[in-house]
């Protein structure tokens, strides 16, 4: 933990995280954090380099190993209609979210930004509805459905009711899955500098 | 927590979800009420009296193109077509088929006129013109709506689009994003456009329109979204609003006048779409019209059914909650109300009023009486006098235990107390399911059988109500469903009723729910298609096997017959699985969750292994 706090705190100078060794010179400019709230980055893709960026948002770092925030998500989920259409994870009118697959990022700060904003193929947009501090919560209860621990505690066909706090750890893979039998620099992009 | 450990506990959470993955044991027989024990007629049957048939003005004489999704307005989707019979059937090839471009829910029926034919697809519900004079059927043209992307997300049950219809040179279809458009059926171009829904508030329209008397009868959907129901009539040639009337709220909304004679006196009374709800809930209540609206040119009436009230929980509206789950005769000029029919008062397991109306002259009480024949969601075959709304009999056609049969002196459903819904309680074994003994998609009736091929489900399932807070252009639903198989674990049955007799004739076990509609033709051959991806051709007389062909992916759509311009038969449909039943296969879902897509998937949870996204269409002919 205490080796990745420089990072964070670097990040929240506006520094940005750049894994791997890239080459000087003709490196693209990584995002600056203009724009999107936190500077959150939503995609894998940045033209260029030869990994990918992930930008941290120093809020999300009370949200893990946090089993109050994911127990008040679990509840908020439900009181806001989330569950209405994502069900208890499985998906509906909107998508699951119990898989390991992040359209948008599935970063504690990647999905706070996903409900703040919504997305165009029919997520509502939830900034200045619910106040800030509930939407990390429920981001939190989010992240967790899909954790290996929250589906283990699963006993009949009602998954996410007992729901893991989210590890720091789970976050270590940028939220992304790291295509099969890829060297992949996820991680390192996380922990690049300290490594 | 190192990688190491989420790894083993990954290993170890594969058997609970394994566990949730089987198909779930089907309710007991026992669980369920018999035809005998709580089907009701006000008198026995009279098959002496005459033949069932559909009027000439309902059905006129076949002119061999398909034009509206029903067919014709009695709604018998009849096709007096003979190339095609049972000792050729087993011949049909696939002569044409065609990439829709879009991999979700394909609900639609092909539409024939002016040797061209006309699909639109899910959304984005581009729709293709294919030109049948020419070979390989070359497109003629397409027109993309662009439909809002967000639309997508409230649409309750997958993205899909019931068909349009083909009127005066115009081929008229609705989008999800809440429109009407009229197109030039020659060059595909607009002749007019009007958004009639509010994605913000949870509309869309995925119904198919009606054209009739120079108007287009379309209604909105949003159900699960605490929309207010409405049909509304448009002006065929411009599109203008002639007419609203709301499924909710006061009289004047509803439009229910002087001339409203609803049969019940449980229908009767001043502003009952507001005295039936608490304070201000109707403003949320549903009444939705998603399904399918009928002209009846005897008696010059509109006829639509009301969806499902809102929300689920039917703990936190107390009432009948009117005008929802019923049905509306309407003055098609007007759009007055002439009387109305509540299938389900106080609605506490989502059975939705919008099936399809087949309108038929049928022997009844010794005489001939022009009735309408309803397969409901609530389980029953209903026949109904069509100038009054009288019940005349009420009989189950699929596995029902959360009523008693109909009172016929009152009309109302008899509730089965032992399966009212509850809150923070599970309540088992609840029969029909959620999507009703039969949904949406429509029945086709032969004149020379005098049988309805019924397309339907065999589910049943668990609910708990949960107290939902109403936000806008959100859920407003208030239940945790989980379905599963009926008696006998069959999932779907198609079942050749004899409306008369009041019983089936025969009965064709589905692994799946049929979803699709049916085509009947006068060579005795029934079409339908299954979720797994079958189209199929039965017997009409006893539901005999007689060919099938496995698509690209499973039929959820309505298949039609026509003549060609060569003047050959064929047989055309959709495939491309999805809708509420088919969401686990079209839509990004994890059939971990039972719950999910409102308590489908549990039942459904095996259909993944058996069929694809996809959206195709195909055209089917004998060798010539």
Not at chain 1, 74 to 89: E, P, R, V
Not at chain 1, 157 to 165: D, K, M, Y
Not at chain 2, 478 to 494: F, I, Y
Request: charged share 15%; net charge neutral.
């Amino acid at each position: 933990m205490s080796s990745r706090f420089p990072i964070e705190a670097a990040l929240a100078l506006g520094l940005v995280a750049l894994a791997g060794c890239q080459k000087k010179g003709d490196a693209p400019t990584p995002p600056s954090g203009q724009g999107s709230q936190g500077g959150v980055v939503a995609s894998a893709l940045y033209p260029g380099l030869d990994h990918s960026v992930v930008t941290i948002d120093p809020r999300a770092s009370k949200y893990y190993d946090n089993a109050d925030a994911v127990a008040a998500g679990m509840k908020l989920y439900k009181a806001y209609n989330c569950s209405g259409c994502h069900s208890n994870g499985g998906g509906g009118m909107g998508v699951d979210l119990m898989d390991d697959q992040w359209i948008y990022g599935g970063r504690l700060e990647q999905i706070h930004q996903t409900i703040v904003e919504g997305r165009p193929n029919g997520m509502p947009a939830w900034g200045g509805k619910i106040p800030d501090e509930q939407i990390w919560q429920i981001a939190t209860y989010v992240r967790s459905m899909s954790l290996p621990a929250t589906l283990a505690a699963q006993t009949g066909p009602t998954p996410s009711q007992n729901p893991a706090p989210v590890p720091r750890s789970a976050d270590e893979h940028a939220g992304w899955s790291p295509p099969p039998n890829t060297a992949s620099d996820y991680g390192s992009t996380m922990q690049g500098p300290t490594k | 927590m190192t990688r190491k450990t989420l790894t083993l506990l990954a290993l170890a959470a594969a058997p609970a979800a394994l566990l949730a993955q089987t198909v779930p044991a089907p309710v007991p027989a026992s669980e369920i009420f018999t035809r005998e024990q709580i089907g009701h007629a006000l008198s026995p049957p009279t098959p002496q009296a005459g033949r069932t048939n559909a009027s000439a003005a309902g059905a006129p004489a076949d002119d061999g193109q398909w034009t509206m999704p029903s067919k014709n307005y009695a709604s018998t989707r009849f096709s007096s077509l003979t190339e095609i019979n049972p000792s050729n059937v087993s011949h049909l090839v696939p002569v044409v088929t065609f990439s829709l471009g879009v991999n979700k829910g394909q609900e639609a029926a092909p539409i024939v006129a002016d040797n061209t034919m006309f699909v639109v697809t899910a959304y984005p519900n581009i729709v293709y013109a294919l030109d049948l004079s020419k070979p390989g059927v070359p497109l003629k043209w397409r027109y993309m709506p662009k439909p809002l992307p967000a639309a997508q997300g409230v649409a309750c049950c997958d993205v899909v689009n019931r068909g349009g219809t083909y009127s005066k040179g115009h081929y008229i279809f609705t989008t999800l994003d809440g429109q009407v458009i009229s197109l030039d059926a020659k060059t595909g171009k607009p002749a007019w456009k009007v958004r009639l829904g509010n994605i913000n508030l949870g509309e869309t329209i995925t119904m198919a329109p009606l054209v009739a008397k120079g108007k287009v009868y379309v209604g909105n959907s949003g159900g699960e979204m605490g929309v207010r129901g409405w049909v509304t009539a448009l002006d065929e040639a411009t599109g203008k609003i002639a007419w609203k009337a709301y499924g909710t709220g006061p009289d004047a909304d509803v439009l229910i006048g002087t001339n409203f004679h609803p049969f019940y006196k449980s229908d009767q009374g001043k502003d009952l779409g507001v005295k039936t709800w608490p304070a201000d809930a109707w403003k949320i209540g549903g009444a939705t019209m998603w399904g399918w609206i009928t002209y009846d040119p005897d008696t010059n009436t509109v006829l639509h059914g009301t969806g499902n009230p809102g929300p689920w929980n039917a703990e936190q509206r107390p009432g009948d909650n009117k005008w929802t789950t019923g049905m509306f005769a309407r003055d098609p000029d007007t759009g007055q109300a002439k009387w109305y029919y509540q299938f389900s008062p106080h609605d506490e397991h989502d059975y939705d009023g919008i099936n399809e109306q087949i309108l038929l002259d049928m022997p009844f009480g010794g005489k001939m009486r022009k009735v309408i024949f309803r397969p409901e969601r609530n389980g029953y075959v209903y026949i109904m006098d069509r100038y009054t709304g009288q019940v005349l009999s009420a009989d189950p056609f699929g596995p029902t235990n959360s009523s008693k049969g109909v009172d016929l002196q009152t009309g109302r459903l008899i509730i089965n107390p032992a399966k009212e819904t509850k809150l923070g309680q599970q309540v088992r074994d609840i029969c029909p399911t959620a999507s009703g003994a039969k949904d949406w998609n429509p029945s086709s009736f032969s004149p020379r059988t005098g049988l309805v091929y019924i397309p339907h489900e065999n589910l049943c399932m668990d609910w708990t109500n949960m107290q939902v807070n109403y936000i806008a252009g959100t859920p407003y639903v208030g239940a945790e469903v989980h379905m599963k198989p009926g008696p006998g674990g069959n999932r779907g049955v198609l079942t050749a009723w004899d409306p008369v007799m009041r019983k089936p004739v025969w009965e064709v076990p589905e692994n799946f729910p049929i979803w699709s509609g049916t085509v009947v033709t006068a060579s005795d051959i029934v079409f339908y298609g299954t979720m797994d991806g079958w189209f199929k051709a039965v017997n009409a007389r006893t539901g005999q096997p007689l060919w099938q062909f496995k698509v690209s992916s499973g039929i959820i759509s309505q298949p039609i017959s026509y003549r060609g311009p060569d003047g050959h038969q064929y047989i055309a449909v959709l495939s491309g699985v999805g809708g509420w039943s088919g969401a686990i296969v079209s839509g990004p879902i994890d059939p971990r969750d039972g719950s999910a897509a409102l308590g489908f998937v549990n039942a459904m949870v095996d259909l993944p292994k058996y069929t694809t996204p996809g959206g195709t269409l195909y055209v089917f002919a004998l060798p010539h």
